[in-house]
């Protein structure tokens, strides 16, 4: 269901720079950066890169993409 909201200008600016380098929709970008924002919040503790793997590791079983974890 999409749901209009109001941002600040500034935002739509960072968020479409940082959409062409990542390739995503202006909409796609706000989006990740909600995702991470909300999973940062509900775990304080964690890093930002410890964020980002686990979003494309769930990103990765969505699409099927599943492979044995070996322990190193």
């Known amino acids: 269901m ?3 909201v109001r ?3 500034d935002l739509v600016r960072d968020a479409k720079i940082y959409s062409q380098i990542d390739k995503r929709s202006l909409t796609g970008q706000i989006e990740h950066w909600a995702r991470i924002g909300k999973c940062s919040e509900e775990n304080p ?3 930002y890169s410890l964020v980002k793997d686990i979003l494309v590791g769930l990103a ?3 699409q099927g993409e599943l492979s044995e974890y070996k322990f190193g």
């Open 2 to 4: 999409a749901t209009a």
């Open 60 to 62: 990765e079983l969505e």
């Open 45 to 47: 503790d964690l890093t």
């Open 7 to 9: 941002i600040t200008d």
